[in-house]
């Protein structure tokens, strides 16, 4: 299963017990449909490079999750239901990928290798 990574962007003006069970009910949400979840970092208040919703100031959390592709629609859709949410933003992680690439370039090596043994043995007995 991919890797993703979310980023989301929460309202500052929330207090701090409202902040953390929306956090919470991400992870709880992600918990429940997600095959795991890899890591939580919460990067705290930052400030926004341009205004959103009026705000200059947003509580960032990164999670990273694997799961399968149908999940990410309805995490989304958590999001955009949420007004307290400003922003988010969903990425497939490179890190699968790359060691998807990794693999299958293994696997290419080793046939190389494989059909170069076969090709000497063949010449050998010639």
């Known amino acids: 299963m991919p890797i993703y990574e979310t980023v989301f962007v929460l309202d500052t003006q929330l207090e701090d017990s409202a902040r953390d069970k929306r956090i919470q009910g991400v992870l ?12 939580t970092d919460r990067w705290g208040n930052r ?49 699968k990928i790359k060691e998807e690439e990794q693999i299958t370039a293994k696997e290419e090596i080793n046939r190389a290798v494989q059909e170069g043994k076969e090709s000497e043995e063949g010449q050998e007995g010639a």
């Open 28 to 39: 709880d949400f992600l918990s429940r449909h997600a095959e795991r979840v890899i890591k």
């Open 47 to 95: 400030h926004l490079a341009y205004e959103i919703k009026k705000r200059q100031q947003g509580h960032y959390v990164s999670v990273q999750y694997e799961t399968s592709p149908a999940v990410v629609p309805e995490l989304e859709r958590i999001f955009r239901l949420d007004d307290a949410v400003l922003r988010y933003l969903t990425m497939r992680s490179e890190e």
